[in-house]
Nanobody, 123 residues
Framework: QVQLVESGGGLVQTGGSLRLSCAASGGTFSRYAIGWFRQAPGKERELVTAISWSGAAAHFADSVKGRFTISRDNAKNTVFLQMNSLKPEDTAVYYC????????????????WGQGTQVTVSS
């Protein structure tokens, strides 16, 4: 059983930056690819980015390419999401999740989920 806890959300102006963290406990964190999803009010949850267990491979949604980066520190059981050049449309609750099987962009393959952290970008 893996527990995931997100942190680092908050209120930021357009063009600003935030760094989200996803801290894991209770399992073998380094076995899992980790994805960051977001869900805005009235919209479906969408994959923002994901990173393989080794950190060698990553996936990014087109909407965040060139602005967001993902990294992980398996020694600290933590994945980071660096968000730059934030836009109002990035406003959402951001969740990290551990991928048990399947491709990065299939939500059903993610077994463990955090509770989410709110990111609000003001215009």
């Amino acid at each position: 059983q893996v527990q995931l806890v997100e942190s680092g959300g908050g209120l930021v102006q357009t063009g600003g930056s935030l760094r989200l963290s996803c801290a894991a406990s209770g399992g073998t964190f380094s076995r899992y690819a980790i994805g960051w999803f977001r869900q805005a009010p009235g919209k479906e949850r969408e994959l923002v980015t994901a990173i393989s267990w080794s950190g060698a491979a990553a996936h990014f949604a087109d909407s965040v390419k060139g602005r967001f980066t993902i990294s992980r520190d398996n020694a600290k059981n933590t994945v980071f999401l660096q968000m730059n050049s934030l836009k109002p449309e990035d406003t959402a609750v951001y969740y990290c999740a551990a991928l048990q099987s399947g491709d990065f962009d299939v939500p059903e393959g993610y077994k463990y989920w955090g509770q989410g952290t709110q990111v609000t970008v003001s215009s």
